[in-house]
């Protein structure tokens, strides 16, 4: 680069507003069970104007941002003034242990994501690089288990004294120590075996916050009884009802599903969830459309299709406003085909 170009990239830079990503670097990865179980990157990025924050990626978004940038700026677009030399992705791995995936992708991801936020501005300022790297309110709500095998970070409270004219001991969440635990540093809360430890949040699902004699930090689950729980409202995870049919026998279950309520699965992630929950291959994933008639899924298609449908639909809280019914494959009694 001659010195006149150098002296206008560094113009252009100091141009760019201040939320472009200078930086990221993966911190963890965390395992997340949605519709499929699957590990995400934790990734730390720096901003031009200094602010450090983290957001939450799974490998198949890096793989579309990649798709996108070679048909907008790679050597194959001859339209574009704008190509360049893109850095490279490591491949798709199709077999192996899903963490060790994860883990191995690391040092490869770091350097890519490198490479990427050193191109030129053009690159910086697209669409969809910039909206890989911004902090959505789901990366904004999630809470990092590790960060390398660091502790989660706690928020700081008021001191709590169970002692006070306004607490209720009996109706405060609340654990009892099963263990002596003592903390790695001074976010972590110090307690005996036989403790009673009031609980202020759920930290993640390994870790809590509470206090204990006037002191206020952080602990794992696995070390407390509990004695009274979190109000069911304070649980964030969301359920998926299923209706299963069996011969003449339907059952009603309700699933777990760590993602939002307004996600749209694959159809395969689905399908892959029944069979993995009903402990059955021969199945087969329908809805009923508005007039009450199963109809099939067969395709990403039809899920998008039933998951507009129930769009609007009154729902109970925390509950998929669409509904699954889950039939044997070959089992067609279940339809409506009288014309």
């Not at 949040?201 to 004699?213: A, P």
């Not at 307004?262 to 087969?284: G, H, N, V, W, Y």
């Amino acid at each position: 680069m001659t010195q006149l170009q150098q002296l206008r990239a560094e113009s252009d830079f100091e141009q760019l507003p201040d939320d472009i990503p200078i930086s990221a670097n993966i911190a963890d990865i965390e395992e997340k069970r949605g519709f499929t179980s699957h590990f995400v990157f934790v990734i730390e990025v720096k901003t031009k104007g200094g602010a450090k924050y983290l957001i939450y990626r799974r490998y198949r978004q890096f793989y579309a941002l990649q798709i996108k940038l070679e048909e907008r700026f790679g050597p194959e677009n001859k339209t574009s003034p704008f190509t360049c030399s893109l850095p490279t992705l490591p491949a798709k791995v199709y077999m192996g242990v899903k963490k060790e995936i994860a883990e191995m992708r690391i040092p490869a991801l770091n350097a890519y994501m490198k490479n990427l936020l050193s191109l030129p501005i053009s690159v910086l300022m697209d669409e969809d690089v910039r909206i890989f790297f911004y902090q959505s309110s789901y990366d904004s709500e999630q809470v990092p288990q590790a960060l390398r095998r660091l502790r989660p970070h706690t928020r700081k409270v008021k001191s709590v004294s169970p002692q006070g004219p306004s607490f209720d001991n009996m109706a405060a969440p609340r654990a009892e120590a099963l263990f002596d635990f003592t903390g790695n540093s001074k976010l972590e809360l110090n307690f005996k075996a036989g403790d009673v430890i009031f609980l202020l949040s759920r930290i993640n699902k390994d870790w809590l916050e509470g206090t204990v004699r006037g002191t206020t930090g952080i602990f794992p689950l696995s070390f407390v009884k509990i004695l009274k729980d979190f109000p069911e409202e304070d649980d964030l995870t969301n359920w998926l009802r299923c209706y299963y049919y069996e011969d003449t026998i339907s059952t009603i279950k309700d699933i777990a599903v760590e993602e939002d309520l307004s996600s749209t699965p694959t159809f395969k992630d689905l399908m892959e969830l029944m069979r993995r929950e009903f402990q059955r291959e021969d199945i087969a994933l329908n809805y009923r459309d508005g007039v009450g008639d199963m109809v099939r899924l067969l395709s990403d298609e039809d899920v998008e299709l039933m998951v507009k449908q129930a769009q609007g639909l009154p729902s109970q809280k925390r509950l998929f406003p669409w509904k699954l019914h889950v039939t044997q494959k070959d089992d067609y009694r279940v339809y409506n085909t009288v014309p």
